[in-house]
């Protein structure tokens, strides 16, 4: 298993291009079963996740095809053999069963693997499957699979989640728009990536009003044609890259960057001393002088602080002047990045949904693990900042969804190198 060293210390200077968005390519890709006729993605990033949804969709029946190395996708549903989603796959990436509205939309039937629960939390699937029992479904599960059929097809419903679950609201879009009748999403999901994929299925002839709205109507259509579509920037590889100067020092373009995307985390940046520009370009982010201040934090729902860049901006707080308080409101137990950054110095007590970060003047290279996606990058990111040498192990975390990131630090000057195992 490969690992990332990094040395810190330096400045960054420099640009950094931000790659498509994995969460908005995967809900696309998983889109193109809806169709008969072929969907084409462009700006698709090189990630892991992306190669485990292709096998995914391959096992289905899938023609899968890529162009200018990967950036490209063409996916052809045209015929599927399958309406099984296994285990040994949907287990690696919980986005795989974003492939069931999809294929009861289609077809009125699918047989998917409950994913499990996940480092990060329980990660119920419960809501996705009321909405579909809403629209007439019958749900079984039986031995880890969500057995689900429709044999009269679906029909438009009325749903209100008890919370805005961006999975759940996927899911059940992409099953009403070939439904019979009107659907209406109430408290429905507003982030990008939702108001990406209903852009892409309007495109495919769908009818969606209200995305990026908390209630969406659908009315459903008799069938879906084939598009081309582009995938959106990565918002959070954006805020990732965004922290980065923060913690370091220095000034980054970030090539494709909009501010509206990561609206909360740039006004929390400008807050405590970060400068933020747009440009014509993209987003110019700088630190010149001193640390950081402190500042409170709490996840929330788009447009509210997102829960996927939290660990990062924890790296960030643990050398910022004072005492600042993270709150997880998303999942119930996202904080094991806090071990590994207390093994490089930093003073954090986590106590229930809440952690209490005391700023100190340097953080201390130390040999760390990942535990998932957004921990993995954490630490890389305080290891910029920290004394000496940083060695993150399980570095295939930080593979399933940032693409080239040693190759992207390094070309602004950061010291971060792949270790081979
Ligand atoms: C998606 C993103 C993930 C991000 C998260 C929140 C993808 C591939 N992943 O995950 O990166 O961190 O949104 O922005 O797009 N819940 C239930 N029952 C359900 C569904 C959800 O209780 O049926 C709970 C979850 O356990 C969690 C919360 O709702 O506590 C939010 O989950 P959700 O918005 O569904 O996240 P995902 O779609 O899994």
């Excluded at 009269?152 to 999975?167: C, D, K, N, T, W």
């Excluded at 207390?342 to 003047?361: C, F, H, L, N, P």
């Amino acid at each position: 298993m490969d690992s990332i060293l990094v040395k810190g210390g330096a400045e960054l200077s420099g640009e950094i291009p931000i790659a498509g968005a994995k969460n908005t390519c995967l809900k696309l890709m998983c889109a193109s079963l809806l169709s008969e006729d072929p969907l084409t993605l462009t700006n698709v990033p090189r990630l892991s996740d992306v190669r485990t949804l292709t096998t995914l969709l391959q096992s289905l029946g899938c023609e899968v095809a890529f162009a200018q190395n990967g950036g490209v996708m063409m996916i052809s549903a045209a015929d599927l053999t399958s309406h099984e989603a296994h285990y040994d796959i949907v287990r690696k990436m919980r986005a795989s069963f974003n492939v069931l509205g999809p294929l009861m939309g289609r077809d009125g039937r699918a047989v998917v693997s409950l994913p499990g629960g996940c480092a990060i939390g329980a990660r119920k699937v419960d809501f996705h499957i009321a909405g579909l029992e809403a629209m007439g479904a019958k749900v079984d599960l039986k031995d880890g699979y969500v057995h689900a059929s429709a044999p009269q097809g679906l029909r438009g419903a009325e749903i209100e989640f008890p919370f805005a679950s961006v999975g759940a609201t996927e899911n059940v879009m992409c099953a009403a728009v070939r439904a019979k009748g009107t659907t209406v999403i109430k408290n429905a999901a507003r982030e990008p990536d939702t108001v990406a994929l209903a852009d892409c299925l309007i495109a495919m002839g769908a009818d969606i009003e209200g995305a990026g709205s908390s209630e969406m109507v659908i009315r459903g259509v008799d069938a879906l044609r084939g598009a081309t579509h582009p995938v959106i920037t990565d918002r959070i590889e954006l805020g990732t890259y965004m922290i980065a100067p923060a913690i370091a020092g220095g000034e980054v373009e970030l090539l494709g960057g909009e501010r509206h995307l990561v609206a909360s985390l740039a006004d929390k940046l400008e807050g405590i001393g970060v400068e933020v520009t747009q440009t014509n370009r993209g987003l110019k982010v700088a630190r010149k002088n001193g640390r950081v201040a402190a500042v409170d934090v709490t996840t929330a729902p788009f447009p509210g602080f997102p829960t996927d860049l939290q660990a990062q901006m924890m790296s960030l707080l643990c050398t910022a002047d004072g005492v600042s308080h993270l709150e997880e409101t998303i999942f119930e137990n996202r904080f094991m990045h806090a071990p590994e950054l207390i093994r490089m110095g930093a003073d954090i007590t986590v106590s229930g949904g809440t952690a209490t970060v005391r700023g100190v003047e340097r953080m201390r290279g130390a040999p760390v693990m990942a535990t998932d996606l957004r921990a993995s990058v954490s630490l890389i990111l305080a290891g910029l900042a920290a004394e000496g040498e940083t060695l993150v192990s399980r570095v295939y975390h930080l593979d399933r969804g940032y693409e080239r990131l040693e190759e992207k630090l390094s070309n602004v000057g950061a010291l971060v190198e792949r270790v081979a195992a």
